[in-house]
């Protein structure tokens, strides 16, 4: 899209783009012509040194820092920054997740099995029929049937 806009191939280069020109995301798949690596490397921000810093590894000093924690957790710290994780345990902690959206039909369905205990339960709305049926059966899964227009 750039190209057309410009009119020109590589005119415009994207921060991503020449990034990955310089290696920033590992070892090149293939190489990449001289002339345009020049191009890309020209015409590409400014701020993007020629060649990427080396990332420390992260991992010793969370270790350091939290001992004790999984390394589920030691990975999300790596990923967030600040206080980040100790907000998501609190969350998790006090119960879930406060931006989480709001499943009524789904708490109704709960409601239901957990108040019923065997038989079949329907739920109908205009043309639209759920059936809920609890208890033992041979059929653990049964294919969905949808008896709506």
């Known amino acids: 899209m750039m190209n057309v806009i410009s009119g020109e191939r590589y005119s415009i280069v994207p921060n991503e783009i ?6 920033y995301y590992g070892t090149l798949l293939a190489p990449i012509d001289p002339e345009l690596h020049a191009k890309i490397v020209a015409n590409g921000a400014s701020d993007i040194a020629l060649e990427p810093v080396p ?5 010793p000093d969370l270790r350091v820092r ?9 990975l999300l710290r790596a990923m967030f920054a600040g206080t980040q994780v100790d907000e998501m345990k609190r ?11 709001a499943r009524p039909t789904l708490d109704l369905i709960k409601a239901i099995h957990t108040k019923s205990q065997t038989g079949t339960q329907s739920l109908t709305a ?3 029929q759920i059936t809920l049926k609890k208890g033992a059966s041979h059929n653990v899964a049964q294919p969905a049937r949808y008896q709506g227009t």
């Open 18 to 23: 020449k990034k990955y020109a310089l290696g």
């Open 55 to 59: 990332v420390a590894p992260m991992l």
């Open 66 to 74: 939290y001992p004790g924690e999984s390394i589920d957790l030691l």
């Open 91 to 101: 969350t998790v902690a006090g119960g879930g997740n406060t931006d989480e959206i």
């Open 126 to 128: 205009g043309n639209l």
